[in-house]
């Protein structure tokens, strides 16, 4: 995948929301019961649903089709939705910038330049999307999304100081390979972990960033295998929809600045907390 991000060194930690139950009395025939409390990322995940499909009036019906799919989609995945960053605003020449605990992405309004992301602890990140350079991007809520022949990428900043490119599988026609060029500053590699994440090591050895292992999911929320490869300045993330049968799929990574997390004994960053890289 290229600099122009998305998940994601990362590995992914589940976090576990206990909800405690409360007794109800019975309800008569008169009186409706009380209506099933929604959780924050469902609540999340409608907004954006509806923002979507105001945004896309006046795009012509495929476009517009293509783009509500892809917002839907990710809307159905837990935590997406609430996790984009709501503090984006509009520049004069179309892109948006977002800036979250001391991180600042840019989005291009269109895919020809490339994401651009400046850190507090390491030099600014550049990553290039897997979309044709003249697809411009719809912003709906803080989310840029790309509409391709089968699916859309889609860019964000978390709340949380992360940037995350999605890549959104309409179908088995949809490619399964998504190359994204990334560009570290002062001369930055990128470096294959074995848990499956991508750092992004300085001329030193040091970490400054890096991907979290990647994910996807089927339409039923179905795990589907996934992982990087490594070449230059590109990380590939592969998806094998051999044998998925709900479409679409979503795969997101997520980039993340190495200052978020906490160091194992073989010096590779384990992310707090759910993280994915980002994808291109």
Known sequence: MRPTITGLAALVAATTIAIG?????????????????????????ATLA???????????PSAANTIVQAVDAL???????????????????????TSA?????????NAGDPVAIATPSGPPVTMELPVPAATAATVIDG?????????A?????????????????????????????????????????????VTIRNPDGSVSSGLAAPWAKDADQNPVPTHYT?????????????NVTAWPVVADPFWTSFSRYTRC????????????AFVA
């Open 143 to 151: 989310l840029s999304v790309y509409p391709t022949r089968h699916g």
């Open 230 to 242: 490594v070449e230059g300045n590109t990380v590939t993330q592969h998806i094998d929809t051999t």
């Open 75 to 97: 809307a159905a995945v837990d935590g997406l939705a609430e996790s984009v960053a709501d503090n984006t605003s509009a520049r004069s020449d179309g892109s948006t910038v």
């Open 153 to 197: 990428v889609t860019q964000s900043a978390t709340d949380t100081g992360g940037s995350r490119t999605s890549f959104v599988l309409n179908d088995a026609n949809a490619p399964t390979s998504y190359p994204v060029d990334i560009q570290a500053g002062d001369g930055g590699s990128l470096v294959l972990e074995p848990d499956g994440s």
């Open 101 to 109: 605990n001391g991180v600042t992405v840019v989005a291009p309004a």
């Open 265 to 276: 004994s073989l010096g590779v960053g384990v992310p707090i907390g759910a993280a994915w």
């Open 50 to 60: 509806t923002s979507a499909e105001q945004a896309v009036e006046g795009l012509t």
């Open 21 to 45: 139950a409360v007794a109800v009395p019975p309800t008569s025939a008169e009186e409706p019961a009380p209506p099933t409390p929604q959780s924050a990322e469902t609540d999340a995940g």
